[in-house]
T-cell receptor, first 116, second 115 residues
Framework: NAGVTQTPKFQVLKTGQSMTLQCAQD?????MSWYRQDPGMGLRLIHY???????DQGEVPNGYNVSRSTTEDFPLRLLSAAPSQTSVYFC???????????????FGEGSRLTVL | AQSVTQPDIHITVSEGASLELRCNYS??????LFWYVQSPGQGLQLLLK??????LVQGIKGFEAEFKRSQSSFNLRKPSVHWSDAAEYFC?????????????FGRGTSLIVHP
């Protein structure tokens, strides 16, 4: 059972470049989300989705785009990378039934992004 | 708006000593409360959660937490810490905003364990 899979695990970009962080889950979870983790700041919500075709902004959405064409995938796009986007990014999902419906988030292992 | 405060950025304990990590929350209704642990280079893993019922909840790895509504607290405890418990610990409150589930995390407490 793979759970939540993020790729790549590490990435270095130059300012102005674009890239996509991939997230896939195999638990048939309706809810998926992206967080960024910075030292002393905890986890901050970037975007989330409650199902295919539905996305919404979180606390820090500027500079990021998302889409949700399937239940399984929730990619995060950086359109024009900036040094302020240097961070560790986590994808997390949550189901709506049984144990998964009790609010527990399942996290990927993270993607460490450095923008020079 | 919901919020979570973890007042301790770092906690240092000796192996075998007891541990308590503090968490205070702000939420308008009965909250869903969580503690997650993050080992270095890893994602977050759920330790325990509270939704309703018994205010003392047991989790994995020997951890427990007590929900105290009067103090708006959900402190994490362990009677005897092991070196492998060194990690980052996050308290979170789950709630809805505009009908959508929006959990909020504290800034985390880093646990250092001395041999």
């Amino acid at each position: 059972n793979a759970g939540v899979t993020q790729t790549p695990k590490f990435q270095v970009l130059k300012t102005g470049q674009s890239m996509t962080l991939q997230c896939a889950q195999d638990m048939n979870h309706e809810y998926m989300s992206w967080y960024r983790q910075d030292p002393g700041m905890g986890l901050r919500l970037i975007h989330y989705s409650v199902g295919a075709g539905i996305t919404d902004q979180g606390e820090v959405p500027n500079g990021y785009n998302v889409s949700r064409s399937t239940t399984e995938d929730f990619p995060l796009r950086l359109l024009s990378a900036a040094p302020s986007q240097t961070s560790v990014y986590f994808c997390a999902s949550k189901g709506t039934s049984g144990r998964a419906g009790t609010g527990e988030l399942f996290f990927g292992e993270g993607s460490r992004l450095t923008v020079l | 708006a919901q919020s979570v405060t973890q007042p301790d950025i770092h906690i240092t304990v000796s192996e075998g000593a007891s541990l308590e990590l503090r968490c205070n929350y702000s939420y308008g209704a009965t909250p869903y409360l969580f503690w997650y642990v993050q080992s270095p280079g890893q994602g977050l893993q759920l330790l325990l959660k509270y939704f309703s019922g018994d205010t003392l909840v047991q989790g994995i790895k020997g951890f427990e937490a007590e929900f105290k509504r009067s103090q708006s607290s959900f402190n994490l405890r362990k009677p005897s810490v092991h070196w492998s418990d060194a990690a980052e610990y996050f308290c979170a409150v789950g709630g809805t905003s505009g009908g959508s589930y929006i959990p909020t995390f504290g800034r985390g407490t880093s646990l250092i364990v001395h041999p």
